[in-house]
């Protein structure tokens, strides 16, 4: 039988359309932040990151947006892909230290 | 593109037994970690390492836990008398250095513990 876990929230979008996966934090400490992607069996993927000191990063197809205000991160995925079907995971790390802390996942599927 | 390995992709053990995981970070990173993920749930920090010493360690690495760079390219995870709780994807991760650095990961090793 399948193990008792989190629940992980689910977007499902259609291919072609944008995604926007969002992402709360608590810790006021921390200062830079990573979003990862987990496909199925696979170790966390990095995606895009961003420092505090900014408040917007674009990449390839994606964007990263942080709000300090209200501790939000969200992750922008242009024109979203079947290949961009995984579980998205947003990270932190608290201001002079090494310790990656993940957030809970946000799973996305990608309908053809 | 260089990248984290880690070995075996899956060991099976009986509850009691010792497991040793093993990980080749990426060649010129300094820093290791490992984590772990029950299946279903987020993915847990269990220790980083520097400089051949453990730097930080969450309340999952206890005792039972410890781990090792025993020579230039290797580093391990060893559990001792492995619960079933144990089972989980344990991963391992590094990078250059740790202010405003992405950890990388490998695909993990799934430990299953019977």
């Known amino acids: 039988g399948e193990s008792v876990g989190l629940h992980l929230p689910t977007l499902s979008v ?3 359309d944008n995604s926007i996966i969002n992402c709360a934090y608590s810790n006021s400490a921390s200062d830079y932040f990573i979003w990862y992607k987990q496909e199925s069996g696979k170790g966390p993927q990095f995606i895009i990151d961003i420092r505090s000191n900014m408040d917007k990063r674009q990449g390839q197809r ?13 992750l922008q995925i242009a024109a979203t892909q079947p290949g961009d079907s995984a579980v998205y995971f947003c990270a932190e790390i608290e201001n002079a230290g090494n310790m990656l802390t993940f957030g809970g996942g946000t799973r996305l599927m990608v309908k053809p | 593109e260089p990248e984290v ?3 075996p992709s899956h060991q099976v053990t ?26 279903g749930q987020k993915v847990e920090f269990l220790v980083s390492f520097y400089n051949n010493e453990i730097s ?21 995870l060893k559990i001792r008398s492995t ?5 989980a994807m344990y991963f391992c991760a590094s990078t250059a250095r740790t202010s405003n650095s992405p950890l990388h990961f490998g695909n993990g090793t799934r430990l299953t513990v019977t």
């Not at chain 2, 093993?22 to 970690?33: K, W």
């Not at chain 2, 930080?56 to 391990?76: C, H, W």
């Open chain 2, 14 to 39: 009986q509850m009691g037994q010792e497991v040793i995981l093993r990980c080749v970070p990426i060649s010129n990173h300094l820093y290791f970690y490992w984590y772990r993920q029950i299946l």
């Open chain 1, 62 to 74: 994606v964007t990263v947006l942080l709000n300090k205000t209200v501790k939000h991160l969200s």
């Open chain 2, 5 to 7: 390995t880690q070995t």
């Open chain 2, 56 to 76: 930080e360690k969450s309340e999952i690495f206890d005792d039972q836990f410890s781990v090792e760079r025993p020579d230039g390219s290797n580093f391990t």
């Open chain 1, 14 to 16: 259609q291919e072609g």
């Open chain 2, 83 to 87: 619960k079933l709780e144990d089972s």
